[in-house]
């Protein structure tokens, strides 16, 4: 069946250093929907950004992430972590036309300190 | 903006007892979800909708039901609460599928339930 595999479950990181959490998936949709989404304390889970488009780099508040279907990979990078970085993160996969429900990852903790 | 809101926000119930998660939207969007996060799992679908009188299963069904009676509102029930059930519970909606949206979803605030 379809998943979402994030191979880190906590990343440790001192602020200034560049952040890159991994994201692979097996689907059989031919058009995948990749999202990520980020999850502060106590907070609810939100967008962060998402892309159906093959080697596109897509971009938001200092992410930026590319889909690359051949290697099933949408891996989430930033040049420079920030303490507010500081979260929760997940993939996760969708069908462009279908409608699909969202199917997660297991995430991966981000802990950034000065 | 997009609002979904969740009742009750934090829910003590007895092993046996029927819980009732509740959630409301005013997005106007056909789908909605139930998911559960558990560290280690992540967020796991239990079930969704379509729209009004539809419910379906997602990937951890068993010990819940749902109900659909209205676009806005999506309730999750357990009909005989048990401890594994201890969680928290987001309700989540989503736009239609296709174009630019890819089924974008929209989360509540959470419901953190503790069956003793």
């Known amino acids: 069946g379809d998943s979402v595999t994030q191979t880190e479950g906590l990343v440790t990181l001192t602020e200034g250093l560049p952040v890159m959490l991994n994201c692979t998936y097996q689907?059989?949709?031919?058009?995948?929907?990749l999202f990520w989404y980020v999850q502060h304390l106590n907070e609810s889970p939100r967008l962060l950004l998402k892309?159906?488009?093959?080697?596109k780099r897509t971009e938001h508040q200092g992410f930026h992430a590319t889909l690359h279907k051949s290697s099933s990979s949408f891996h989430l990078q930033k040049s420079s972590a920030q303490l507010s970085d500081s979260a929760l993160y997940y993939c996760?996969?969708?069908?462009?036309?279908?409608?699909?429900?969202?199917?997660f990852g297991t995430g991966t903790t981000v802990s950034v300190s000065p | 903006e997009a609002a979904v809101t969740q009742s009750p926000r934090n829910k003590v119930a007895v092993t046996g007892g029927k819980v009732t998660l509740s959630c409301n939207q005013t997005?106007?969007?056909?789908?909605m979800y139930w998911y559960r996060q558990d560290t280690g799992h992540g967020l796991r679908l239990i079930h969704y909708?379509?729209?009004?009188?539809?419910?379906e299963k997602g990937d951890i069904p068993d010990g819940y039901k749902a109900s659909r009676p209205s676009q806005e509102n999506f309730s999750l029930i357990l009909e005989l609460a048990t401890p594994s059930q201890t969680s928290v519970y987001f309700c989540?909606?989503?736009?239609?599928?296709?174009?630019?949206?890819?089924?974008?979803?929209?989360f509540g605030e959470g419901s953190r339930l503790i069956v003793v």
């Open positions: 989540a909606s989503g736009d239609a599928p296709g174009g630019n949206s890819g089924n974008t979803l929209y």
């Open positions: 689907t059989i949709y031919s058009n995948p929907f």
């Open positions: 892309s159906f488009t093959d080697n």
């Open positions: 996760a996969l969708s069908d462009w036309q279908g409608g699909r429900a969202l199917i």
């Open positions: 997005n106007n969007h056909n789908n």
């Open positions: 909708s379509y729209g009004a009188g539809s419910t």
